[in-house]
């Protein structure tokens, strides 16, 4: 007679699929990134505000697109805003931004903000001063980090069973029924 319960092989019970847990991290690596951006944003026009440099600037704007009937009358068009201005070298940079306006050309700032060492990172007057929306939007960032990468439940993952434990049946509640009470 040949004693089983010495041999015991190991069932291995298949893995979730690779392909669905590389989604799940490409999707979580993506909305990270996207709440990173959304603070550096809302951090960047705060810091130009606090801690930029002003300079007068050269405005033009240019409506684009159609009117949009759902908007109040003064906020019915898009317009595409372009200035220039100079640093504290003389060097011209220029940007580009886009504010909701009315039929008539809709007033625009002739100051920006800059910071000296990166010129490139600048915005109008009205885009950096402190508002909810810059709150809004860091939270917003924060949020979607913190859904992403909060600490998940950790589940027990069921141990790993003998061939003999899955043939081993426990008859003890069918002796009871048929024995009675």
């Known amino acids: 007679m040949i004693n089983h319960s010495s041999k015991r092989r190991v069932i291995k019970v298949p893995k979730k699929r690779e392909s669905n847990k590389h989604a ?18 809302a951090l960047s026009n705060l810091a130009l505000y606090f801690f930029g440099t002003v300079a007068p600037a050269a405005v033009s704007t240019r409506r684009v697109g ?3 009937d ?3 009358p003064n906020r019915r068009y898009e317009w595409s805003v372009h200035y220039t201005f100079r640093d504290k070298n003389g060097l011209e940079h220029s940007g580009n931004t886009t504010i ?16 000296p060492s990166a010129p ?18 860091a939270s917003l960032g924060v949020l979607l980090i913190f859904v992403m990468n909060g600490k998940k439940k ?6 790993m ?6 043939t081993d049946y426990d008859d003890s509640v069918e002796e009871q029924v048929q024995e009675g009470p």
Do not use: C
């Open 66 to 68: 159609g009117a949009n």
């Open 161 to 166: 069973r003998t061939v003999q434990e899955l």
């Open 70 to 72: 759902g908007q109040p």
């Open 100 to 115: 909701r306006g009315g039929d008539l050309s809709p007033k625009t700032d002739s100051h920006v903000y800059y910071f």
């Open 120 to 137: 490139f990172v600048s915005a109008l007057e009205s885009e950096v001063k402190p508002n909810i929306g810059q709150t809004v939007m």
């Open 24 to 41: 799940k991290l490409l999707w979580r690596i993506i909305i990270t990134a996207v709440g990173v951006a959304l603070i550096l944003i």
């Open 154 to 159: 950790k589940h027990p993952t069921p141990a």
